[in-house]
């Protein structure tokens, strides 16, 4: 079995090798795109050309070993890319042997891209949230969309918990709060029965329903519904959406309160446009150029919208498009639903819209359907139905296309053509990228594995404060007593008595570190579970956690637990800056760029322009793994990124970083005790993931282009 395992393990690496190749061919070809036309003809030679900055994409080297002229400003380049991937005997290589045709455009140098990306909120969890006690805080964010639930979010009234971000599912509130300010967008029904005050809060959602024992606070704006339409191109229907905006009065069928008709969408907000085949598509009518101007062009007349091919596509092959211009058909109403009992709102918009309770304040009421209000003060009214009221004063002006069943001053009824349309559906951005704890052993200073049933840590870019490396693999059960020595240099358990953490691997394979009184600083990788359990000394690291090849098994592992033990901190390298990282007795080498500077890169900054960042990103986080987690009231100075779900204890957990849950499987998250609280650093890099968008190019001028003519594996 143990052979088998070793196989299993040597195959997995071997591919993992060539992915990480290829992605080395990739990031040259990018890198020779942006090279400046002037450079070129000084290169032409054999002499070779080693491009650094890759060991983030797990290519252990990348050679040109050859340019020669094909042409005026033509050139052929040969190129060799090694990836790595596994530990020990398990490790691999695999050798790409590359040709590429170049010519040159005229700009900016560009550099290897690095995988970095931010994440969509500080916290993001793939699947449903129910937080019953404890707190739930997000603090010193840039903007106000803390959280992010691709499932159900539920709030109970023992929880402190103050929110705001978007939900795909339904939204529960009997507890907490929204943050000042902030706002609680869902694809679903919000449904709140207590909560503290909100100031400047703004709900939008599918439907609305705000219990009678919630009141006081500001609302800056209350909204549901939108127009279930059929899609067409032409006068062939080829989808359905759900779209916010307004019907044309010339297309509208049927009688008060409008319902079909063509949608003329509003120049804000998403609609998901399925098509027959299940294909989906994102619009995003928010979205501009350069110039400022809107990518999706909306005719007021008619409707019909242009520059729709453009649109991201979220499901379905390739091969399908969306053609470019569209036209949306109402055929109902999807959702609309508000009603509540005594607030102050901004903006109350839907399609039916109940006021149960008394004197309440709404700036503009918007309803394109009916009206029941029993009691209020409104500045402007809009409804496309009827209207029925009890003690209701209109300061403004009112028109409503139905019939009020009692005089209001200032309200005017039975107008033809009132309708003021409708908000649409908010969509909440909650896809996630998988964890692949793989793609992070090329940058592991200390890989702890099991080959063929022995423990053992292969060391990776580490050197002694003299320049020595000491990297190679070292056998945990029988180290020379050269690798003891270094061993036990770097590291320390069960309470100053096992110099070394010999014993850190148990007999189910997972990993314990136990009682550490010292740890070198730099990526730990892991290749089962791990427990950090009792620590006298902050941990500088990044810790990464590999699970099984199918993480569908219930017993897959890959998880990291931080017990209630008595403990430090876990301190990201980034955080921890360049002094305690690349100043100690041994320092890692891929994270720094001389004792006292960490490594630099360039990526794009928050304008879009080019920006370099000191600390690769991996180093910006605490916790990479591919299962879950078991946190009991410990402080992590870096982010956290679980590829299933996440339990807290004890204290409250908090993180200086961001929070991810849930990134390789739907993972729905209970939290009853202790709760989480998130601190977004300000500036520097610090909150980027190690997660690949999109590489750091140059700025070409003009069109380059570079592209692989032949390739083999040597």
Known sequence: MRGTQSQQLTTHSATAAQAAAWRGVEALRLYLLQVETSVWPGWVGNDA?????????????A???????????????SAQVIGTAGVGSALTTAIVEVIYDVVPGNGTPGIPPVCASMPKAPMVFNGNLDYSGGKLDVTNAVDYENIVVAGNLTIGGGSTARISGCVKGDVSLSGGGITDN?????????????????NGTTLWARNVEIGSGVSGGTYTAIKAGAYAVGVYSGTALIGTAEVGGHLIASTVTGGTPWVTGTVAPLHSGHAVITLADQSQFLLDFSKQDSAGAPLLKVDATTGLVTGAAA???????????LPDALSFRSTRIA???????????GQLWGYNVTVSGWSGKYETLWASGNIAMTSGTVKNLLGGGDMTVNQVSVSGSGWLAGNLNMPVNNVQTRQAGTSPGLPG????????????????????????????????????????????????????????PAQLAILQELMTCNYTNEKGCLKARQRDGSWLLHGVSKMPVGVLWFDQSVKIDGTSTDFLNTVVVRGCDDPSQATCGGNVTLTTAGHRDLIAPNFAGAAKVCGGDFYPTNLCASRTQLVEWEGQGPDGKPQTYQGLPIANTTVIAEGAADIAGWELRGSVMLGKQLSTSGATVTIHGSLTVGSNQTADTKISAGGIAVDVPSGGGLNLLPVCSTGSGGLP???ASASVQWSRYL
């Open 701 to 703: 001028a003009s069109p």
């Open 311 to 321: 649109a991201e596509r979220l499901k379905g092959a390739d091969s399908v498009s």
């Open 182 to 198: 902030g706002h609680l967008y869902s694809e679903g029904t919000i449904r709140i029965n207590g909560m503290g005050n909100p």
């Open 335 to 345: 959702g609309g639903t508000v009603g509540l009992a005594t607030l102050t709102v």
């Open 49 to 61: 050309k080693p491009v650094s900055g890759l060991e983030a994409l797990g290519v252990r080297a």
């Open 63 to 77: 050679t040109v070993t050859s340019i020669e002229a094909a042409g005026s400003d033509h050139y052929r380049v």
């Open 425 to 480: 559906i908010p969509y909440c951005e909650a896809r996630v990228k998988p964890v692949d704890a793989d793609n992070f052993l090329a940058m592991a200073n200390y890989a702890f594995s099991t080959v063929d049933g022995a423990a053992q840590l292969t060391i990776r870019n580490v050197k002694r404060a003299n320049g020595d490396s000491i990297d190679g693999v070292y056998p945990l059960n029988n180290p020379s």
